[in-house]
Nanobody, 125 residues
Framework: QAQLVESGGDSVQAGGSLRLTCATS????????LGWFRQAPEKEREGVAA???????TYADFVKGRFTISKDNAKNSLYLQMNYLKTDDTAMYYC???????????????????WGQGTQVTVSS
């Protein structure tokens, strides 16, 4: 059974930075995709970024140039470095795992099989 556990969420001021971590285990895809999604109150969950087992990376347009996704296979960890945070970035952030097709844009919630519980990011002005 796959397990994904996010950490690193916090409250920061606009313009600040945070690094989210997702500890992963148990998924058995030969070719996988790991993604970050976010959900603000009363809004749909949206894809932020994804990285495939081949290292291919995709970003939603609204985070390009500000966020960086990476993974450490030796540590079974996924990361999201978030810089120049805006108040609009306030949301619960989730990591997810799916097959390699899950990395294709647009990032779709329904294509991911496993999800973490989320970590809260709050950006104040």
């Amino acid at each position: 059974q796959a397990q994904l556990v996010e950490s690193g969420g916090d409250s920061v001021q606009a313009g600040g930075s945070l690094r989210l971590t997702c500890a992963t285990s148990g998924y058995t895809y030969n070719n996988y995709c790991l993604g970050w999604f976010r959900q603000a109150p009363e809004k749909e969950r949206e894809g932020v970024a994804a990285i495939g087992s081949d290292g291919k990376i995709t970003y939603a347009d609204f985070v390009k140039g500000r966020f960086t996704i990476s993974k450490d296979n030796a540590k079974n960890s996924l990361y999201l470095q978030m810089n120049y945070l805006k108040t609009d970035d306030t949301a619960m952030y989730y990591c997810a795992a799916g097959t390699e097709d899950s990395c294709w844009l647009p990032l779709r919630r329904g294509t991911y099989d496993y999800w973490g519980q989320g970590t809260q990011v709050t950006v104040s002005s």
